[in-house]
C-alpha cells in the first residue's frame, strides 16, 4: 500500500509564502519523478512543478521564477517553496509520484491540500 500525505497549506497574505511537504510511503521500491499539481474551482487540473529522479524540474509558466520544487529522496518527500504568492494561486494542491513497488509502476496522488491567498 502506498501512500502521498501532503501538508503545509493554508490561508497566506498576496505576497506571502508557503511551503509544502509531499511525503511517500508504503512497499516502495523506487520513486521516479514526482510533482505538484493545482486545481482551483471551475477549472482543469494544471501542473505546478515537476521534479525527476536525477533533479530536473520543469514548472508551469505561470510560477516560474516564484516555486521551486526539491526533493529529499532518503525521505521520498518533495517540497513545494512558493513565494511571491498571489490571489490566482489559490487551489486544492495534489502531489504526485510515478513511482514503482516489488510488483506495478504506476501513478500516486496524494489527496490534496488548500491554498488559500487572500487579505
Known amino acids: 500500500q502506498v501512500r502521498l500525505v501532503e501538508s503545509g497549506g493554508g490561508l497566506v497574505q498576496p505576497g506571502g509564502s508557503l511551503r509544502l511537504s509531499c511525503a511517500a510511503s508504503?512497499?516502495?521500491?523506487?520513486?521516479?519523478?514526482m510533482g505538484w499539481y493545482r486545481q482551483a474551482p471551475g477549472k482543469e487540473r494544471e501542473l505546478v512543478a515537476r521534479?525527476?529522479?536525477?533533479?530536473?524540474?520543469n514548472y508551469g509558466d505561470s510560477v516560474k521564477g516564484r516555486f521551486t520544487i526539491s526533493r529529499d529522496n532518503a525521505k521520498n518527500t518533495a517540497y513545494l517553496q512558493m513565494n511571491s504568492l498571489k490571489p490566482e494561486d489559490t487551489a486544492v494542491y495534489y502531489c504526485n509520484a510515478d513511482l514503482a513497488t516489488m510488483t506495478i509502476v504506476q501513478t500516486y496522488w496524494g489527496q490534496g491540500t488548500q491554498v488559500t491567498v487572500s487579505s
Open positions: 521534479i525527476t529522479s536525477g533533479s530536473s524540474t
Open positions: 508504503g512497499n516502495i521500491f523506487k520513486i521516479n519523478a
